[in-house]
């Protein structure tokens, strides 16, 4: 699996989607650096995860909704997101509640993810 | 070496802007270049001129300002995290119908290409906060 990794700048989704803003920051400047074609590696780690739940109305939060602007990476070259195995399970989710794209990080690779990039930014 | 940082920490909460205008100044004391500050999130809220803190608070503000004003450092906050949290340059302000400009002297807004300028550009780019 470590031979998909691309090397550049690793972003690192911590915090669930809409509990504060640090999630949306985040993933803005991965459509940033999407916008002027520098490769970044998305990877979803503890409560970061449930940014990636598919059914999201945030209608009532009077928040953007996180998914739309998930779904758009693709459109950026962005194809690939990177999930923290262990903490999709202790969520009680699978990969097949995910977005396509989804791909699952044991932490072996989360390790390897880490070593491996030139810069690391964590939201 | 060529370092950029990244301030998504609020200058009122926690240590986390503090330790970064700390880790700044380092970088400059130690002989290496300082290529930019990227003010993300609530780290914007670094540039807000009319922030009034306890007088047994640390100004972090001040700190960030006196870097860029001796040592010319570029600090740069996210316009889209500035607007939302009232900071405002001129240019801002006459756009938005504003009463005034309240961005700190040695700060600037700026997009969030910057801040990917910065990762392509930077030996080193650390994120405090967040």
């Known amino acids: ?123 | 070496m060529k370092y950029s940082l990244l301030v998504l920490s609020a200058p009122d909460s926690g240590s986390g802007n503090l330790a970064a205008a700390r880790f700044a100044k380092a970088v400059i004391d130690g002989g290496h270049q300082l290529y930019r500050v990227f003010f993300l999130d609530r780290g914007a809220a670094t540039g807000l001129a009319s922030t009034v803190l306890p007088q047994d608070e640390q100004n972090v503000a001040g700190l960030w300002s006196a870097l860029a004003s001796q040592h010319g450092a570029e600090l740069i906050l996210c316009i889209a995290s500035a607007l939302k949290q009232g900071v405002l340059d001129e240019t801002e302000a006459t756009r938005y119908e504003q009463a005034a400009a309240t961005i700190l002297p040695g700060f600037e807004l700026g997009g969030l290409g910057l801040l990917v300028e910065a990762m392509a550009d930077s030996d080193r780019l650390l994120t405090f906060g967040g």
């Open chain 1, 1 to 123: 699996m470590t031979e998909s990794l691309k090397p550049g700048t690793l972003l690192v989704f911590r915090q669930p989607p809409y509990s504060n803003s640090l999630s949306r920051s985040g993933l803005d400047t991965a459509l940033a650096a999407g916008a002027f074609e520098q490769p970044v590696t998305l990877l979803f780690l503890s409560d970061g995860i449930l940014q990636l739940l598919p059914q999201q109305d945030s209608a009532g939060l009077g928040k953007r909704n996180h998914g739309k602007v998930l779904a758009s990476l693709p459109l950026y070259d962005i194809e690939t997101l990177w999930v923290d195995a262990g903490a999709l399970s202790t969520c009680g989710y699978a990969i097949d509640d995910l977005p396509e794209g989804a791909r699952l990080a044991d932490r072996v690779l989360i390790r390897d993810m880490l070593a491996q990039h030139d810069h690391i930014l964590a939201f």
